[in-house]
Nanobody, 127 residues
Framework: QVELVESGGGLVQSGGSLGLSCTTS????????LGWFRQAPGKEREFVAA????????HYGDSVKGRFTVSRDNAKNTMALDMNILKPEDTAVYYC????????????????????WGRGTQVTVSS
């Protein structure tokens, strides 16, 4: 079983930066692909970023590419999402997720590829 807890959400002005963290429990953490998704009110959940178990391969959604950076620290069982040049359209609840598939592949843009989910943290970007 893997438990995921997000933190770091809040209110930030357009153009600003914010960092999110995902802390996990479970001995198999370092074997999992980890991902970030977000969901805005009235919209479907959207892929944001994913990182492979070793932390040396990442993938980003088109809407955040070049502005967001995902990283992980397996020694601390944490994953981070550094968000820069934030826009009002980045406003959403952000979720971290874990997939027991050990290799990062194109399917990890789908939320159905992840077995474990956190409860989410709200990010609000004001214009």
């Amino acid at each position: 079983q893997v438990e995921l807890v997000e933190s770091g959400g809040g209110l930030v002005q357009s153009g600003g930066s914010l960092g999110l963290s995902c802390t996990t429990s479970g001995r198999s953490f370092r074997r999992y692909v980890l991902g970030w998704f977000r969901q805005a009110p009235g919209k479907e959940r959207e892929f944001v970023a994913a990182i492979n178990p070793q932390g040396d391969s990442t993938h980003y959604g088109d809407s955040v590419k070049g502005r967001f950076t995902v990283s992980r620290d397996n020694a601390k069982n944490t994953m981070a999402l550094d968000m820069n040049i934030l826009k009002p359209e980045d406003t959403a609840v952000y979720y971290c997720a874990a997939s027991s598939t050990p290799l990062l592949y194109s399917g990890h843009v789908k939320d159905s590829s992840y077995e474990y989910w956190g409860r989410g943290t709200q990010v609000t970007v004001s214009s």
